[in-house]
C-alpha cells in the first residue's frame, strides 16, 4: 500500500481547505466514508491519495420522510435506510436494492455517498498486474475489450471502455428520479441522479459530473405515484454476497390490470445506470400480459453492443424487464 496521511477534519469548511491544497489533482488528495470500498483499492495500489480525507462524522446521517418525498444523509448507512420502515413500505425498489447488495456487514459500515460513488468492479482495473485501463491510467487501453468481459457493459460503452457501475442503489434511484445534494467550497447545488454518472467516451477516469472537491451530503426522492409498487430484481453468479450480472428497477401505478405509468432502470449492463424511457412509454396503457411486456421489454436493447462473452446479457436484460414488472405490477 502506498503511504498515505489520514486527515480527519473537524468540519466541512476544513475538508475543503485540505482539498484545495490538492488543487485540481484528486489523486493527491481523496475522501473515505464507510471505507468499504476505498480501503479495498488502496490495499491493492489502484488509489495511491497522498492524503486520505474523512468525512466520518462531517455529513447528515438522518433519514427523513415527508409529503414531498424521502430524504437519505449521505452518511446514512445501507443497513440503516433498507431497515427503514417508510422505505420499505413506499419505496420498496430502494430497500430491496439495498437488501440485494454486498453483505450485512458491509451494508452495516457503508453509507449512501459511497455506495453512488463506489468504483467498478472490472477485474482489469482492480488489478494493477494488468498494463491496460483507460480508468486507472488514462490512454493505456482497454484490456476489457479483447479480453474476458463477461461482466461488461453493452450499453452506454466506448471503445475506451466497457466497464459496468455496479451501485445497486443507484439504479433503484433513477428509475425513481432521485437527486443528489452537493456541496462544495463555493456553492451547493442539486444533481439528478441520472445526470451524476458520465458516459465513458474517451475520458472513462472522469466517472461523475462531480467538481474536485465536491461531496455528496444528501440524497432526495420525489414522492410519486409509482413509488409504492416498485420492485428490484437481481440477477447475479450466486445468492449472496455477488454484483448483478443484470438488474432491473421497476416502478409502476397501475390503473386495475392495466399500467398507466412505469419506470425502468437496468443495472450490470450500462457503464452508468441505465434508464430505458422507450420501454417505460411502450409499457404505458398495457396489460401485464407476457407478450405486451416482453415486446416493450425489446426496446431496452437499443444501441447494445456485446463484445462476446457478455452477449448474453442482450436476451437476459430483457427477461428481467418482464419479470420485473410482473411481480411490481402483482403487488397490493
Ligand atoms: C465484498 C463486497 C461486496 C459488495 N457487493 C455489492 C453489491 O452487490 N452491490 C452494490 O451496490 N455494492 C456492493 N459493494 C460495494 C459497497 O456497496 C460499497 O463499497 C459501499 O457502498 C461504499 O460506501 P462507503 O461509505 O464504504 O464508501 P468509501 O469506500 O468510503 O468510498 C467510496 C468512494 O466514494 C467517495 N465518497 C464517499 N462518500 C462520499 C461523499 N459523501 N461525497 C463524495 N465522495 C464520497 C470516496 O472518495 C470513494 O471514492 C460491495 C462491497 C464489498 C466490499
Ligand atoms: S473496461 Fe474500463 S475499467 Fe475495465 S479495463 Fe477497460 S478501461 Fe479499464
Not at 21 to 49: C, F, S
Request: net charge positive; proline share 5%; charged share 25%.
Amino acid at each position: 500500500m502506498h503511504p498515505f496521511t489520514l486527515e480527519r477534519p473537524r468540519n466541512l469548511a476544513a475538508v475543503f481547505s485540505l482539498r484545495a491544497q490538492a488543487g485540481r489533482n484528486d489523486a493527491r488528495a481523496e475522501y473515505i466514508a464507510g471505507g468499504t470500498d476505498m480501503v479495498q483499492l488502496l490495499q491493492e495500489d489502484v488509489r495511491r491519495p497522498e492524503r486520505l480525507v474523512s468525512l466520518a462524522g462531517l455529513l447528515d446521517n438522518r433519514i427523513e420522510a415527508g409529503p414531498r418525498g424521502l430524504r437519505l444523509g449521505a452518511a446514512a448507512t445501507m443497513a440503516e435506510v433498507a431497515a427503514h420502515p417508510v422505505v420499505i413500505e413506499q419505496f420498496p425498489v430502494i430497500s430491496e436494492a439495498l437488501l440485494n447488495s454486498a453483505s450485512p456487514q458491509v451494508r452495516n459500515q457503508a453509507t449512501m455517498g459511497g455506495n453512488l460513488l463506489q468504483r467498478t468492479r472490472c477485474p482489469y482495473f482492480r488489478d494493477v498486474g494488468y498494463a491496460a485501463c483507460n480508468k486507472r491510467a488514462p490512454r493505456s487501453g482497454c484490456a476489457a475489450i479483447g479480453g474476458e468481459n463477461r461482466w461488461h457493459a453493452v450499453l452506454g460503452t466506448s471503445e475506451s471502455c466497457i466497464a459496468t457501475n455496479p451501485s445497486d442503489l443507484a439504479v433503484a434511484l433513477v428509475a425513481l428520479n432521485a437527486s443528489v445534494e452537493v456541496r462544495g467550497p463555493n456553492r451547493q447545488r442539486t444533481v439528478p441522479l441520472t445526470e451524476l454518472h458520465r458516459l465513458p467516451g474517451d475520458t472513462p477516469h472522469v466517472e461523475t459530473v462531480l467538481e474536485a472537491g465536491e461531496v455528496i451530503t444528501a440524497i432526495t426522492v420525489p414522492a410519486s405515484r409509482v413509488a409504492r409498487r416498485s420492485h428490484y430484481l437481481k440477477v447475479r453468479d450466486r445468492a449472496s454476497f455477488e454484483f448483478a450480472v443484470v438488474s432491473a428497477a421497476v416502478a409502476l401505478e397501475m390503473d386495475r390490470s392495466r399500467i398507466r405509468q412505469a419506470r425502468v432502470a437496468l443495472g450490470g449492463v450500462g457503464t452508468k445506470p441505465w434508464r430505458v424511457p422507450r420501454v417505460e412509454a411502450a409499457l404505458a396503457g398495457a396489460s401485464l400480459d407476457p407478450a405486451a411486456l416482453r415486446r416493450a421489454a425489446a426496446l431496452a436493447v437499443e444501441g447494445a453492443k456485446g463484445r462476446g462473452h457478455n452477449d448474453f446479457k442482450i436476451e437476459l436484460m430483457q427477461r428481467a424487464i418482464v419479470r420485473a414488472v410482473e411481480t411490481a405490477g402483482a403487488r397490493a
